[in-house]
């Protein structure tokens, strides 16, 4: 049983969320974390959700094995009569003790000629890799699992880096930045997140892959409000736009000012469905279509830099 746990899922009545925290707080049971049920919704932009205010809360318990699963059960089941039948058991499930087992979540994965992997993987599951990205999953979006990130990366796999300078626009923990480092880009690369998180996670990752620094300059807001605009450099030959569709376009005056003419822009977190809005409001502004990646319902668009404004 060692190392064991189980995993309680509940269904608990709206109103008595905050009564049921405080006794499981005072209980032997650790509390994972409560979440509203929600709706996914497509929108124009891509995916929304909405949260069910009239469903019960979902509650997730932990309990490390000491007897079977079933003695475990029944004494949780004494425990949840006091609210009645408001609070419900829904599933259970036995897990492995955490410490570190979410690692397992993360194994290497092949995006072209590279691969991904986190700082923990094992030599010789990267035998034959010549082309190794270190990227360790942290509080900043971005592992190089998403589709998006991938296609991202094929895409500048087919593109001469060396001694370009690179704006890469919602860098997340900087694996798009990191890449252009390795393959020579000029130095710094400039990453903009709203994410606080990220500046952190960047240098985790630089660490990670033996680069300093310095080789990425990290940057903190929106890129498209002034006083973080001026913080960008002044003239790019790559910008990388990985946040959503309609953004994608709120970025179109930040990035329309910078590329050079010659330059190009891969964006990307567009879903099929607002791909031509984007592409037009680029091609409007002087970007001319080169190449499209998609991977499910996400799309990545490479454009060229025809005319300057």
Request: hydrophobic share 40%; no cysteine; charged share 25%.
């Amino acid at each position: 049983m060692q190392g064991k746990w189980l995993k309680y899922t509940l269904h608990v009545a709206n109103d008595l969320e905050e009564a049921f925290v405080a006794d499981v707080l005072e209980s032997t049971y650790t509390l994972g974390w409560i979440e509203p049920q929600i709706e996914v919704l497509v929108t124009d932009n891509g995916y929304d959700y909405e949260e069910k205010a009239e469903l019960p809360v979902i509650a997730y318990l932990f309990e490390p094995m000491s007897e079977s699963e079933e003695q475990h059960v029944e004494r949780l089941k004494l425990f949840l009569n006091r609210w009645g039948g408001r609070v419900r058991l829904r599933e259970t499930e036995q897990v492995k003790e955490e410490n570190e087992s979410w690692k397992e979540e993360f194994q290497p994965v092949q995006v072209g000629d590279w691969w991904i992997a986190p700082t923990w993987t094992p030599e010789e599951a990267l035998i034959g890799a010549t082309h190794i990205l270190r990227i360790d999953p942290g509080a900043a979006f971005g592992t190089g699992y998403h589709g998006t990130t991938q296609d991202i990366l094929r895409l500048m796999q087919g593109m001469e880096l060396h001694g370009r300078r690179v704006l890469d626009i919602g860098a997340g923990s900087g694996i798009l930045s990191v890449f252009a480092v390795k393959e020579g880009a000029k130095q710094p690369v400039y990453a903009v997140d709203i994410n606080p998180q990220s500046e952190y996670q960047v240098h985790v990752n630089l660490k990670n892959n033996g680069l300093p620094h310095s080789a990425v300059a990290v940057v903190i807001g929106d890129a498209a409000e002034h006083d973080v605009r001026e913080r960008l450099p002044k003239e790019v030959d790559l910008a990388l736009v990985n946040i959503g569709g309609d953004e994608d376009i709120a970025m179109l005056p930040v990035v329309g000012e910078r590329i050079v003419p010659g330059g190009v822009v891969i964006l990307s977190g567009i879903v099929e469905w607002n791909r031509e809005k984007v592409q037009t409001a680029y091609e409007q502004a002087g970007f001319r279509f080169l190449e499209e990646r998609q991977s499910e319902e996400w799309i990545t668009l490479l454009l060229i830099r025809t005319a300057s404004e």
